[in-house]
């Protein structure tokens, strides 16, 4: 079945900069457009970057200049650089693959980014 993993994920003091990374298998990744959420504890899940099939960008108001997503397809791979973090940049990181046409969807299990002092 289709798995996306991914990692990266770390204690980072605030000020600090992590990469994340999401390694899909058996899906034809090209095809859809990529997602990270996230999700902190108490709180909504949220879109914090996508990537489209076409590798157009989108953010979250609140992490615009901070965070890029890019997109690997020779390595089914979308990546999330995140720098300048901060505390409430604390959350379950998830990594979503969607389809435009046929809505399908697919999550990772999530990797945690923790900012503190």
């Known amino acids: 079945q289709v798995q996306l993993v991914e990692s990266g994920g770390d204690l980072v003091h605030p000020g600090g900069s992590l990469s994340l990374s999401c390694v899909a298998s058996r899906l034809r990744f090209s095809l859809y457009a990529l997602n990270w959420y996230r999700q902190a504890p108490g709180n909504q899940r949220e879109l914090v970057a996508g990537i489209s099939t076409g590798g157009n960008t989108k953010y979250l108001d609140s992490v615009k200049g901070r965070f890029t997503i890019s997109r690997d397809n020779a390595k089914n791979t979308v990546s999330l650089q995140m720098n300048s973090l901060k505390f409430n940049d604390t959350a379950v990181y998830l990594c979503?693959?969607?389809?435009?046409?046929?809505?399908?969807?697919?999550w990772g299990q999530g990797t945690q980014v923790t900012v503190s002092s």
């Open positions: 979503n693959a969607h389809h435009p046409t046929w809505g399908t969807d697919y």
